[in-house]
């Protein structure tokens, strides 16, 4: 007969110590796939750092972007949509993001008069609540650095532009080459040039190009004090990341993060 000691000492307890380390692990893994997974393709969050919105955000607004929504939709007119800086579009991928409210879509024709925005010839039906500090400047008073480059506008009477549409198929030529250069230079890069009114890429002829993507005509809520698609034309499909959807937490700008809480606007939806 064989006689087992009851002495003998077991590794059960550590067996058992290690398996519950190894379960916490896997759970705190497993809760931070969940949270980046949520961030990268749901909900991320953003803070306001300037008043180009007023009065739909303010300085200081923490807001939560629905990067979910546009996997299902299109961006439509009147969202206020989180989108990649302009100089992304080009080499400086660490620039900031923008926050500004879609007013032309794809195929519209945008028109500001007085400040106020035209929509294929109609008033814009929900504007958000635009500010306007100043009086319109007169259509005669043009001025520089406005989209399209050599454009005889001003920030208050702007346009008529159209957005493009992908599908569309634009006729290039020395006259339009200021407005679709930026589209066309994204889609198709090369080495371009204008030779006898002639767009010329790598030396070739290019007479037509196809649009390949959508883009979107953007403004601030504050008009008078908001860079946007006046200055820097279209925004792709691409480049927007989702829609801003509510304020989840505000303060005064430079106070600490609860010193100068405005209560009013926490949980406020964005419209």
């Known amino acids: ?46 803070r306001i750092p300037t008043s180009s919105m007023k009065n739909t955000l303010q300085p200081g607004d923490f807001i939560v972007v629905n990067k979910l929504v546009y996997l299902l939709s299109d961006p439509a007119r009147n969202d206020v949509i989180v989108f990649d800086s302009p100089r992304s579009w080009g080499e400086d991928a660490a620039a ?21 925005a035209l929509v294929n010839g109609e008033p814009l039906p929900i504007e958000g609540a635009p500010i306007f500090f100043g009086r319109p400047r007169s259509a005669a008073d043009a001025r520089d650095g406005l989209f399209p480059e050599g ?32 589209v066309v230079t994204r889609e198709a890069p090369g080495r371009y040039e204008i030779r ?51 304020v989840y937490w505000s303060r005064e700008p430079g106070d600490g993060f609860f010193a100068g809480a405005r209560w009013e606007r926490v949980l406020k939806s964005v419209e």
């Not at 879609?102 to 106020?116: F, I, M, Q, S």
């Not at 702007?158 to 250069?181: C, F, I, Q, T």
């Not at 190009?209 to 008009?223: K, T």
Request: overall charge positive.
């Open 151 to 182: 454009a005889r506008w001003n920030e208050d009477q702007y346009g008529p532009v159209v957005a493009p549409k992908r599908g569309d198929l634009v006729r290039l030529s020395a006259e339009n080459w200021s407005a679709w250069r930026a």
């Open 96 to 116: 900031a993001n923008y926050v500004k409210r879609v007013v032309g879509a794809p195929g519209d024709t945008v028109r500001l008069c007085d400040k106020r």
């Open 1 to 46: 007969m064989n006689l087992v000691p009851t002495d003998r000492p077991t590794d059960a307890p550590r067996r058992r110590g290690r398996g519950a380390t190894i379960a916490y692990l896997k759970a705190v893994a497993l809760a931070l796939a969940v949270v980046l997974a949520a961030r990268a393709f749901v909900f991320e969050a953003y």
């Open 196 to 246: 006898d009114g002639v767009v010329l890429r790598n030396g070739i002829p290019l007479l037509v190009h196809r649009v390949r993507e959508d883009y979107y005509f953007v403004l601030g809520d504050n008009r008078d004090d908001s860079l946007d698609s006046r200055y820097w034309g279209f925004v792709p499909r691409s480049a927007i990341q989702g829609r801003a959807e509510f």
